[in-house]
């Protein structure tokens, strides 16, 4: 069991019941994962919040890690281990302050303090540092040292050789080590420019003179400082205030020295030169890494957060997927069946093959020579061993580029290296296949197939196969391919019930064209292996991008610049709560899929798989204690994610636990029906105390007869179509249009949403309810479809802005007002400026005063008038000694001097603004008058 002081301090920071500490911590030494614990143990821990247990998790870790360190650095400090020693090592909980005590008598390497210390030196440092002079002076003091045998010729170098000893041991004092890095934690960052003439310098020009305070550095910013200093454009350096480390310096070890005392100026530049060489290398280095741990946090938070959103997509589920994507020369058609098994696919090509000519030996600079380069430089799907070398040869080589041509996929050093000559040449066939408007694209060699005739030939795939939805890639490239397949499934008997979606098709290019992709799709066309990953991800998006490569998933992230080992333990751990959250079926999953379940490693997984073959399945839960490694501890983890359909065991397909196997029998028993026959069933007339009992508490039952009730039910929600027939471009988008969208993408300033047409639409993060934007249990995901409202419109800058607020004049059924018509005025309503809170400085000049709104009466100084033979109280006696005086009002003028002297955040600028703060306007108005006198 843990020591009582980690747990004091764990329940400090998590502000829980040491109880519920506890058995969290338990739960987690017995290697339960932590999905485990949220899911089934929530009685023990107290219901802690998923979020909140992976904090505790790898704070648990961190606490460990430190305890073990404190060991091993009491170990070696042995004779130095005092009971203060010890006590100070005992009630540090920071990292570095960890750090800074090993310092402070680690072994040394062999420094310029240590080789005049040899020299004999020592004494004059400590006589220096514990002001033990006497009656004679610093110099004085130090020529006592002087000599030409031991190497120290004269006064300076004795001086100098003091001052190098004491640096090193004022460096390696902990408390000094602090005080500088918290000085520097809340410093400024610097960078400037080495190097602004590099190639590709001009990225960075932001950073060339750059300065913001370490605090604030935002973690896309951070990296992109870090990647421009890697380049050798930039140089990153912290700086404190000048002198701000002597001061530091004097506050520890030089508080009982005066102004004039000598000491005072020999040991000041001792502070510079143990800052300069010792303490800021070391602290600067130790804070950029917090820095940079902290932008690797924030970019894999968002990471996580993006990634759940794409793995909980809506999926089609059991039934028929098929997918059609459309290139300027190609269409490619592939169908799934139910089982995920590959029914058909077939290829379209939109031109006809190219007559086969004899080769010849071309002229450089020809467009002969030319245009084979030319149809094959926007390919980037072809991988380079599929690529021909060159435009002659048979049919086969030239087919290939035709191909391949205007693929997205391939990297620029794919590109042939041949094109030579005349760049105009070259540009209009490029130009003609870029055109999304005509797939059927002419090229002087070969004519194009009718577009009706294409749209009969996917009409009958359709009509083959009958999917239940149909999706095509979302991009530059989806007005074409939506049309087409639109006109195919009007034709088709089978199209009207077809439900009709969009899909980014990045992580499926990336992944077709991946040796893990070639292996696993096993298809030689790199544009057919995509269309089948689009096709298995609108099945199942779930199954299908765990096998991908998560940094193309990361939404324009730069995974590769975040620590590897965070990155995998962010991608692990969003895996294994996605899979937690859906279940893993057990006979279907293959050993990719299964060893990202909760509690299970990978060589489990293959021993799972490979027990599966040998029994050819399993029919219940129970055989999972026949696989080689799996314990009862481990099968207790794993048993309520791993489904079971059509096995021996109703409850196996469900994600009731088998430790709740039996009181799910006799809920059952007590309705007198089989327990299959309450999945599905609304079970709130079911009364829960029956079957309260000492380890069953109340709160149990009711969570099983809700998970009862959800048998059935795909917690990621069923694919649902979203079409807008009145709009077909961006033009036909008016203002206050009420809209349904698909989500395409997601950032961390909000999404955007696939309206259809040829642009999405932004729905920023301020325009999303929070009952959305933070629901754990129904976060909205890519591929969900969700109802908008237009706000504003620009088609020439191709911009649209949405939001999930319905409008209030839409809501009050009334004409939108002036303001709301204005643009960025359509949400909710801000305050512009700071209103005065007082009613005198509310009233105008004429009505200031004590009366409620009423105007002053004539003659007098200021309170409300009285009407004739109005009942008036005895006058009240102020304070001995005081007037009645006036009393003091701040105006609206005053006010606006004290705003307008006040910077960004509120702080006053000058002394003036204070001045104006202060300033009785009374006494303003009295020197002004005294002023007229004179």
Same mark, same amino acid.
């Given at each position: 069991?843990?020591?009582?002081?980690?747990?004091?301090?764990?329940?400090?920071?998590?502000?829980?019941?040491?109880?519920?500490?506890?058995?969290?911590?338990?739960?987690?030494?017995? !290697?339960?994962?932590?999905?485990?614990?949220?899911?089934?143990?929530?009685?023990?821990?107290?219901?802690?919040?998923?979020?909140?247990?992976?904090?505790?998790? /790898?704070?648990?870790?961190?606490?460990?890690?430190? /305890?073990?360190?404190?060991?091993?650095?009491?170990?070696?400090?042995?004779?130095?281990?005092?009971?203060?020693?010890?006590?100070?090592?005992?009630?540090?909980?920071?990292?570095?302050?960890?750090?800074?005590?090993?310092?402070?008598?680690?072994?040394?390497?062999?420094?310029?303090?240590?080789?005049?210390?040899?020299?004999?030196?020592?004494?004059?440092?400590?006589?220096?540092?514990?002001?033990?002079?006497?009656?004679?002076?610093?110099?004085?003091?130090?020529?006592?040292?002087?000599?030409?045998?031991?190497?120290?010729?004269?006064?300076? #170098?004795?001086?100098?050789?003091?001052?190098?000893?004491?640096?090193?041991?004022?460096?390696?004092?902990?408390?000094?080590?602090?005080?500088?890095?918290?000085?520097?934690?809340?410093?400024?960052?610097?960078?400037?420019?080495?190097?602004?003439?590099?190639?590709?310098?001009?990225?960075?020009?932001?950073?060339?003179?750059?300065?913001?305070?370490?605090?604030?550095?935002?973690?896309?910013?951070?990296?992109?400082?870090?990647?421009?200093?890697?380049?050798?454009?930039?140089?990153?350096?912290?700086?404190?205030?000048? !002198?701000?480390?002597?001061?530091?310096?004097?506050?520890?070890?030089?508080?009982?020295?005066?102004?004039?005392?000598?000491?005072?100026?020999?040991?000041?530049?001792?502070?510079?030169?143990?800052?300069?060489?010792?303490?800021?290398?070391? +602290?600067?280095?130790?804070?950029?890494?917090?820095?940079?741990?902290?932008?690797?946090?924030?970019?894999?938070?968002?990471?996580?957060?993006?990634?759940?959103?794409?793995?909980?997509?809506?999926?089609?589920?059991?039934?028929?997927?098929?997918?059609?994507?459309?290139?300027?020369? #190609?269409?490619?058609? %592939?169908?799934?069946?139910?089982?995920?098994?590959?029914?058909?696919?077939?290829?379209?090509?939109?031109?006809?093959?190219?007559?086969?000519?004899?080769?010849?030996?071309?002229?450089?600079?020809?467009?002969?020579?030319?245009?084979?380069?030319?149809?094959?430089?926007?390919?980037?799907?072809?991988?380079?061993?599929?690529?021909?070398?060159?435009?002659?040869?048979?049919?086969?080589?030239?087919?290939?580029?035709?191909?391949?041509?205007?693929?997205?996929?391939?990297?620029?050093?794919?590109?042939?290296?041949?094109?030579?000559?005349?760049?105009?040449?070259?540009?209009?066939?490029?130009?003609?296949?870029?055109?999304?408007?005509?797939?059927?694209?002419?090229?002087?060699?070969?004519?194009?197939?009718?577009?009706?005739?294409?749209?009969?030939?996917?009409?009958?795939?359709?009509?083959?196969?009958?999917?239940?939805?149909?999706?095509?890639?979302?991009?530059?490239?989806?007005?074409?391919?939506?049309?087409?397949?639109?006109?195919?499934?009007?034709?088709?008997?089978?199209?009207?019930?077809?439900?009709?979606?969009?899909?980014?098709?990045?992580?499926?290019?990336?992944?077709?064209?991946?040796?893990?992709?070639?292996?696993?799709?096993?298809?030689?066309?790199?544009?057919?292996?995509?269309?089948?990953?689009?096709?298995?991800?609108?099945?199942?998006?779930?199954?299908?991008?765990?096998?991908?490569?998560?940094?193309?998933?990361?939404?324009?992230?730069?995974?590769?610049?975040?620590?590897?080992?965070?990155?995998?333990?962010?991608?692990?751990?969003?895996?294994?709560? +996605?899979?937690?959250?859906?279940?893993?079926?057990?006979?279907?999953?293959?050993?990719?899929?299964?060893?990202? %379940?909760?509690?299970?490693?990978?060589?489990?997984?293959?021993?799972?798989?490979?027990?599966?073959?040998?029994?050819?399945?399993?029919?219940?839960?129970?055989?999972?204690?026949?696989?080689?490694?799996?314990?009862?501890?481990?099968?207790?983890?794993?048993?309520?994610?791993?489904?079971?359909?059509?096995?021996?065991?109703?409850?196996?397909?469900?994600?009731?636990?088998?430790?709740?196997?039996?009181?799910?029998?006799?809920?059952?028993?007590?309705?007198?029906?089989?327990?299959?026959?309450?999945?599905?069933?609304?079970?709130?007339?079911?009364?829960?105390?029956?079957?309260?009992?000492?380890?069953?508490?109340?709160?149990?039952?009711?969570?099983?007869?809700?998970?009862?009730?959800?048998?059935?039910?795909?917690?990621?929600?069923?694919?649902?179509? +979203?079409?807008?027939?009145?709009?077909?471009?961006?033009?036909?988008?008016?203002?206050?249009?009420?809209?349904?969208?698909?989500? %395409?993408?997601?950032?961390?300033? !909000?999404?955007?949403?696939?309206?259809?047409?040829?642009?999405?639409?932004?729905?920023?993060?301020?325009?999303?309810?929070?009952?959305?934007?933070?629901?754990?249990?129904?976060?909205? +995901?890519?591929?969900?479809?969700?109802?908008?409202?237009?706000?504003?419109?620009?088609?020439?800058?191709?911009?649209?802005?949405?939001?999930?607020?319905?409008?209030?004049?839409?809501?009050?059924?009334?004409?939108?007002?002036?303001?709301?018509?204005?643009?960025?005025?359509?949400?909710?309503?801000?305050?512009?400026?700071?209103?005065?809170?007082?009613?005198?400085?509310?009233?105008?000049?004429?009505?200031?005063?004590?009366?409620?709104?009423?105007?002053?009466?004539?003659?007098?100084?200021?309170?409300?008038?009285?009407?004739?033979?109005?009942?008036?109280?005895?006058?009240?006696?102020?304070?001995?000694?005081?007037?009645?005086?006036?009393?003091?009002?701040?105006?609206?003028?005053?006010?606006?001097?004290?705003?307008?002297?006040?910077?960004?955040?509120?702080?006053?600028?000058?002394?003036?603004?204070?001045?104006?703060?202060?300033?009785?306007?009374?006494?303003?108005?009295?020197?002004?008058?005294?002023?007229?006198?004179?």
């Amino acid at each position: 069991m843990p020591s009582e002081s980690l747990l004091t301090r764990l329940e400090a920071e998590f502000n829980a019941p040491a109880d519920h500490i506890k058995a969290t911590v338990s739960l987690l030494e017995s !290697g339960a994962p932590a999905a485990f614990i949220y899911r089934y143990r929530h009685r023990e821990t107290g219901g802690i919040p998923e979020d909140r247990l992976v904090e505790f998790q /790898e704070r648990w870790a961190f606490l460990k890690e430190h /305890e073990s360190r404190k060991q091993s650095i009491l170990e070696q400090a042995q004779d130095r281990a005092t009971d203060e020693f010890k006590a100070t090592l005992e009630e540090t909980i920071d990292q570095n302050a960890l750090d800074d005590i090993y310092q402070s008598f680690r072994p040394r390497r062999a420094t310029q303090g240590m080789k005049f210390e040899e020299l004999g030196l020592g004494p004059l440092a400590l006589a220096i540092q514990h002001r033990s002079l006497g009656d004679k002076s610093l110099q004085e003091t130090a020529a006592e040292y002087v000599s030409e045998e031991k190497g120290l010729p004269n006064l300076e #170098t004795a001086l100098g050789g003091a001052l190098y000893i004491l640096a090193e041991q004022f460096a390696r004092e902990p408390g000094f080590r602090t005080r500088i890095r918290d000085e520097l934690s809340r410093g400024i960052l610097k960078a400037t420019a080495v190097a602004p003439g590099r190639k590709g310098a001009q990225r960075y020009k932001e950073f060339f003179e750059f300065e913001e305070p370490v605090r604030r550095i935002h973690a896309d910013r951070m990296l992109a400082l870090r990647r421009a200093e890697r380049d050798g454009i930039i140089k990153i350096a912290l700086a404190l205030p000048e !002198g701000r480390e002597v001061e530091i310096g004097r506050e520890l070890f030089a508080a009982d020295l005066t102004e004039e005392s000598p000491l005072r100026a020999f040991l000041d530049l001792t502070f510079i030169h143990a800052y300069d060489q010792h303490l800021r290398p070391a +602290c600067e280095a130790d804070i950029r890494r917090k820095i940079k741990e902290k932008a690797d946090r924030e970019t894999l938070r968002s990471f996580g957060h993006i990634l759940r959103a794409q793995l909980l997509g809506p999926a089609l589920g059991t039934k028929t997927a098929m997918a059609a994507r459309v290139s300027n020369k #190609t269409i490619w058609l %592939a169908c799934l069946g139910e089982d995920g098994s590959l029914l058909g696919r077939e290829s379209i090509r939109l031109t006809k093959k190219p007559k086969r000519k004899k080769a010849k030996a071309p002229k450089q600079g020809t467009e002969t020579a030319q245009q084979a380069p030319a149809e094959a430089a926007d390919s980037s799907e072809q991988p380079a061993a599929e690529t021909p070398s060159s435009a002659t040869g048979d049919e086969t080589a030239q087919q290939a580029p035709a191909e391949a041509a205007d693929s997205p996929e391939q990297p620029a050093a794919e590109t042939p290296s041949n094109a030579t000559g005349d760049e105009t040449a070259q540009q209009a066939p490029t130009e003609a296949a870029d055109s999304p408007e005509q797939p059927a694209a002419e090229t002087p060699d070969s004519g194009s197939l009718p577009r009706d005739s294409v749209i009969d030939k996917i009409a009958r795939f359709i009509d083959k196969w009958q999917p239940a939805a149909v999706t095509t890639p979302h991009g530059k490239r989806q007005g074409a391919g939506e049309s087409l397949i639109r006109e195919a499934l009007g034709r088709s008997s089978a199209g009207a019930a077809a439900v009709h979606v969009s899909t980014d098709e990045t992580p499926s290019t990336i992944y077709a064209g991946s040796p893990t992709g070639r292996k696993a799709l096993g298809m030689n066309e790199v544009g057919m292996r995509t269309t089948v990953s689009l096709a298995q991800r609108l099945q199942d998006p779930l199954q299908a991008l765990v096998r991908m490569d998560p940094r193309s998933l990361g939404a324009g992230q730069r995974l590769d610049e975040v620590h590897q080992g965070m990155l995998a333990r962010t991608l692990d751990h969003t895996l294994n709560w +996605c899979l937690a959250t859906v279940g893993v079926d057990l006979n279907r999953a293959d050993a990719t899929l299964m060893e990202h %379940a909760p509690g299970l490693s990978k060589d489990l997984a293959k021993a799972v798989v490979a027990h599966r073959s040998k029994i050819g399945g399993f029919k219940n839960r129970e055989q999972l204690k026949e696989v080689d490694g799996i314990d009862e501890n481990i099968f207790i983890h794993i048993a309520g994610f791993l489904r079971i359909e059509g096995g021996d065991e109703p409850l196996d397909a469900t994600a009731i636990h088998p430790e709740n196997y039996e009181l799910a029998q006799r809920i059952a028993a007590s309705q007198d029906k089989p327990v299959a026959e309450l999945f599905g069933k609304n079970l709130r007339n079911i009364n829960p105390d029956p079957f309260v009992t000492d380890d069953i508490d109340r709160e149990s039952v009711i969570g099983l007869l809700k998970d009862l009730s959800l048998v059935g039910r795909d917690p990621r929600g069923q694919l649902a179509a +979203c079409k807008n027939d009145q709009i077909s471009s961006i033009e036909d988008l008016k203002v206050d249009m009420q809209l349904r969208g698909r989500i %395409a993408s997601m950032t961390d300033f !909000g999404m955007f949403v696939d309206l259809g047409i040829e642009h999405d639409g932004l729905l920023h993060v301020s325009q999303i309810p929070p009952s959305r934007m933070h629901d754990r249990n129904q976060p909205l +995901c890519i591929g969900e479809v969700v109802t908008v409202f237009l706000v504003n419109v620009d088609p020439k800058a191709k911009r649209i802005s949405l939001t999930m607020h319905k409008p209030r004049h839409l809501v009050d059924g009334r004409q939108p007002t002036v303001g709301e018509r204005l643009p960025g005025k359509r949400g909710r309503r801000r305050r512009e400026e700071v209103q005065p809170q007082t009613r005198a400085a509310r009233a105008p000049d004429s009505r200031r005063g004590t009366g409620r709104g009423r105007p002053r009466s004539p003659g007098t100084d200021g309170g409300p008038g009285h009407d004739r033979g109005e009942r008036r109280g005895p006058k009240r006696g102020g304070r001995p000694g005081s007037g009645a005086g006036t009393p003091r009002v701040i105006t609206v003028e005053s006010g606006k001097l004290i705003e307008e002297s006040r910077g960004h955040k509120g702080e006053l600028r000058s002394l003036s603004g204070l001045r104006n703060l202060l300033t009785d306007p009374s006494d303003t108005d009295k020197n002004e008058s005294a002023d007229d006198k004179s």
